[in-house]
């Protein structure tokens, strides 16, 4: 896929944020803040007589840090919005691609969203995924998938006019060697030609079509909205009550000889009866009736 050039730091500090979750780079603003603002209004250390150069530099790192301690915190910010933005966009592309059942729900997607729901379909199945942002040609690698301690690389390919032939498997296949990989995706959402599932075939290499993709996408949905409807669902067994549970233990309790109440199971602590069990009057200590 084509890559966008960046045009200064400002834009690798934005895009390095937005790699990470929305929050992350919320705190980052908070702490680039307060450090930089800590320096920048630390008081003035002497200087010895003819150390000039410690002069200049301890003016220069104050004058850094009044400036950065704005700068730095709105280029946090914003690499935080994208984060959220990302996040909110790869949400919407999954939620439009499952509940949709045209067969050409992919082909009007630009490379970019195409590469973003790629993305978000591997995160739905446990991968950590990190976009390639490197600049020029990205060596046949989009995404790299992260799992279990093993490197997959992956290359979208939104071409829906044209198979995708053996040449982009074969660049993705020594793209996996050159950096050690445990395997590779090639992910289109038209289709491959013969020869390319020929050479995939007996390698750790996975192509996965238009079709695949859908489907892949609504089982990995479904296996999500699952685990998140167990996970609040409430554990009824942990939901039992102390009193419950004294209540099934107390069954079958005789009533006290004295007041007539209820008894409960006890064990006594002291004397020569330490550690029996007994039955004691449950408006004790006004009522000391045992049986």
């Known amino acids: 896929m084509a890559r966008r050039k960046k045009s200064s730091p400002a834009e690798d500090v934005i895009d390095l944020v937005a790699l990470l979750p929305w929050y992350v780079g919320v705190v980052l603003a908070v702490v680039a803040y307060v ?3 800590r320096i920048a209004m630390a008081p003035l250390v002497a200087v010895k007589p003819g150390d000039l150069g410690g002069a200049m530099v301890g003016g220069v790192g104050r004058g850094l840090a009044s400036v950065g301690q704005y700068i730095l915190p709105l280029l946090c910010l914003a690499g935080a919005a994208v984060s959220a933005w990302r996040r909110r966009t790869r949400s919407a592309l999954v939620d439009t691609v499952t509940r949709s059942e045209a067969p050409g729900v992919l082909d009007g997607m630009s490379w970019r969203e195409f590469e973003m729901l790629v993305g978000e379909s591997f995160r739905l199945q446990g991968y950590v995924v990190e976009e390639n942002h490197t600049l020029g040609p990205d060596g046949g690698v989009d995404l790299v998938l992260i799992k279990s301690g093993e490197r997959y690389l992956v290359q979208c390919k939104q071409w829906r006019a044209l198979k995708v032939g053996v040449p ?5 296949y020594g793209a996996m060697a050159a950096m050690g990989a445990a395997g590779g995706f090639v992910v289109t959402c038209g289709q491959f030609t013969s020869e390319a599932k020929a050479f995939a075939s007996g390698r750790n290499l996975r192509l996965i079509d238009g079709a695949k993709l859908h489907q892949l996408l ?4 479904a296996a999500k909205t699952a685990e998140s409807a167990a996970q609040q669902k409430p554990d009824r067994s942990a939901a039992r009550t102390p009193d419950s549970a004294t209540g099934s233990a107390n069954a079958g309790a005789p009533s006290c000889p004295r007041c007539a109440q209820a008894m409960v199971r006890r064990t006594a602590k002291k004397g020569a009866n ?4 007994f039955w004691g009057c449950s408006d004790y200590p006004r009522c000391r009736g045992i049986a």
């Open 35 to 37: 450090v930089l603002h």
């Open 168 to 172: 982009v498997v074969r660049e993705l």
């Open 218 to 221: 609504k089982q990995a949905k």
């Open 274 to 277: 330490a550690g029996q069990q």
